[in-house]
């Protein structure tokens, strides 16, 4: 046992330092892991989020397309009764000014 009674302290301090760092850096290793894979759902789920709202887009304005055209809506001012404006029913208001300084009116009110 005279062996084991020579070790000097400082070696076992080195060799439990030197195991504490291992264990704290696995833990850190693991920890970023983790988040690596959170990160990589997250980013998973924000581009099926996004593709979803761009095919919702491209419908909508397939949609607003088919709503607006020509051909539908002379269809549907004739369903009303609508026709082109005669002379004399179309009136003239203020043109809107493109400065947009500090001093400009808002859109649409009189100058």
């Not at 084991?4 to 060799?15: D, E, G, H, I």
């Not at 593709?51 to 549907?76: C, F, H, V, W």
């Amino acid at each position: 046992m005279a062996p084991l009674a020579r070790l000097s302290s400082r070696p076992v301090a080195q060799c439990l330092l030197a195991a504490g760092a291992a264990f704290v850096l696995g833990v850190a290793v693991v920890w970023v892991n983790i988040e690596r894979v959170e990160t990589a759902y997250r980013i998973e789920q924000f581009e099926k989020k996004l593709d979803g709202m761009a095919d919702l887009r491209a419908k909508l304005q397939i949609e607003r397309d088919n709503l607006t055209s020509p051909y539908r809506l002379r269809k549907k001012a004739q369903e009303y009764g609508l026709g082109p404006a005669r002379p004399g029913q179309l009136r003239e208001g203020p043109v809107a000014r493109r400065d947009n300084g500090p001093d400009a009116p808002p859109l649409g009110s009189a100058l």
